[in-house]
């Protein structure tokens, strides 16, 4: 992790050298402020460091401080500093800081506007901090009151993302130090498939899968007895297929609230639509599955699908399967959901559902009935304050602002495309138009294979001849 070695820089070589400033002529950074998605580690970088150097390490919980006696809470913040100074060198750590000092101009309680001005007078004040050092963490970096980030309180600000697969190798090798695991554990395989997930996650994995090993043996253990045998003990040992039922079970904590059961639709379900299929397969599979084969031709792969065609003809279907299939984080997105009533709280939601699947990419994210957010611009009477317009600039700006290193893909689903803003169907956004027509009667056949499939069929059904009758059914009506 490249965060450490910046860390240790920061921290150790002034508490154990603090003559290499002095000779340069420079003051040592005062402040670290750490910031990521919750679970990614920022508590235990603090303690790590706090081992490793061996300073006075003193931990203030941000809401520990506050005291309903007026003074009081600013008093306490006082105290810890002067608790540091005393036992020189020393660490403070502030965890999830964003509740001890928020924006000034958005709080309303006077409490926390004096405790945001006493934090800042102690850490820029007028008596100089000797050899104390403060870190902050938090998962909110933009909620914190901007005249702490400037330079020479906290000015140095290290982001702690998600870790890639090479990181979370490491993790699950920590995790697993302990652990008794059977010969056919494939780590590199599960930090492949666990994308998106932080160390947090990845610790919660690994319980499950020996919660996991124990269930199997729990009908030959007794629960009466004291002690339990030694051979069973040595029998146990975590295999490989209960590190993928695990897997089935946990979810990247990024993806939370939007929950995604990733459907168990597979190609096979949906009847009819070969070339669809196909087309789909190299656009949104062949870049998950090889990526190194996109750069080597040095083109970056299509981020959006917009489906369209008369209702009923899959277009939903095909994008859960899309998910099953390829393995990618699936979040679904109704469109009228993300309006809301109050002002720029619907472009809010646009952007924290982005920031969600940049987290756990790839990711495909679905927009059904897209034409509900994304009418033409201008043409909607009567929308409130023109919040739709809003909501299709934000999504304007997240499609194309996308890092192009993320996978994350964007399917679309419309009945109407004539009314959809030209602007988002130009290439790099949705570039790809498939038209998902009505079935013709080698489809339905499928179509009529595939639904009849789990269902016990008589020998006299000829599925043929009812292709035949169904002309102009949609599929949804044939399942139905």
Known sequence: ????????????????????????????????????????????????????????FFCINGPEIMSKLAGESESNLRKAFEEAEKNAPSIIFIDEIDSIAPKREKTNGEVERRIVSQLLTLMDGLKSRAHVIVMGATNRPNSIDPALRRFGRFDREIDIGVPDEIGRLEVLRIHTKN??????VDLERISKDTHGYVGA????????????????KMDVIDLEDDSIDAEILNSMA???????????????????????????????????????????????????????????????PSKGVLFYGPPGCGKTLLAKAIANECQANFISIKGPELLTMWFGESEANVREIFDKA??????????????????????SVGDAGGAADRVLNQLLTEMDGMNAKKTVFIIGATNRPDIIDPALLRPG?????????????????????????????????????LAKYTQGFSGADITE
Request: glycine share 6%.
């Open 238 to 300: 975590v295999s490989n297929e209960h590190y993928q039922t695990a897997l089935g079970n946990s979810n990247p904590s990024a993806l939370r609230e939007t929950v995604v059961e990733v459907p168990n639709v597979s190609w096979e379900d949906i009847g009819g639509l070969e070339n669809v299929k196909r087309e789909l397969q190299e656009t949104v599979q062949y870049p998950v599955e090889h990526p190194e084969k996109f750069e080597k031709f040095g083109m970056s």
């Open 429 to 465: 956004r949705l570039d790809q138009l498939i038209y998902i027509p009505l079935p013709d009667e080698d489809s339905r056949l499928n179509i009529f294979k595939a639904c009849l499939r789990k269902s016990p069929v008589a020998k006299d059904v000829d599925v043929t001849a």
């Open 179 to 184: 652990m008794k695991l059977a010969e056919d």
């Open 201 to 216: 996650d990845l610790a919660a994995l690994c319980t499950e899968a020996a919660l996991q090993c124990i269930r199997e």
């Open 1 to 56: 992790r490249k965060q450490m070695a910046q860390i240790r820089e920061l921290v150790e070589l002034p508490l154990r050298h603090p003559q290499l400033f002095k000779s340069i002529g420079v003051k040592p950074p005062k402040g670290i402020l750490l910031y990521g998605p919750p679970g990614s580690g920022k508590t235990l970088i603090a303690r790590a460091v706090a081992n490793e150097t061996g300073a006075f």
């Open 358 to 379: 940049r987290q756990s990419a790839p990711c495909v994210l679905f927009f059904d009935e897209l034409d509900s957010i994304a009418t033409q611009r201008g043409s």
